[in-house]
Nanobody, 115 residues
C-alpha cells in the first residue's frame, strides 16, 4: 500500500504562484510514475503532468509552460510548481502514483485562484 498526502494549496490571486507537494509513504518501493491531476466542480478529472522514475516529464497543453513537475526520490516527494495562475486553474489538485501497474491517489488539496 502507498499513501499519498498533498499539501501547499490555498487562495492566490490571478498571476500568482503556488507550489504543491505530495509525500509518499508506506510500501513505496517500485513506484514508477508520479502524476498530478485536478478536478473542478462539475468537470472530469484532468491529468496535468507526470514524471517517470528517470525524470522524464509530460504536460497537458493547458499547463505547459506554466507548471513544472519535479520529484525528490530521497524524500519520496513530488512537487508541482504553478506559475501564472488563472481563475480557471481553480480545482482540487490530486497526486497519483503508479506501482506495479496499480494506481494510488491522494485526497487532494484545494487551489483557488481569484480574479
Amino acid at each position: 500500500q502507498v499513501q499519498l498526502v498533498e499539501s501547499g494549496g490555498g487562495l492566490v490571486q490571478a498571476g500568482g504562484s503556488l507550489r504543491l507537494s505530495c509525500a509518499a509513504s508506506g510500501s513505496i518501493f517500485s513506484i514508477t510514475t508520479l502524476s498530478w491531476y485536478r478536478q473542478a466542480p462539475g468537470k472530469q478529472r484532468e491529468a496535468l503532468a507526470d514524471i517517470s522514475s528517470g525524470g522524464n516529464t509530460n504536460y497537458a497543453g493547458s499547463v505547459k509552460g506554466r507548471f513544472t513537475i519535479s520529484r525528490d526520490n530521497a524524500k519520496n516527494t513530488v512537487y508541482l510548481q504553478m506559475n501564472s495562475l488563472k481563475p480557471e486553474d481553480t480545482a482540487v489538485y490530486i497526486c497519483n502514483a503508479i506501482q506495479r501497474g496499480r494506481h494510488y491517489w491522494g485526497q487532494g488539496t484545494q487551489v483557488t485562484v481569484s480574479s
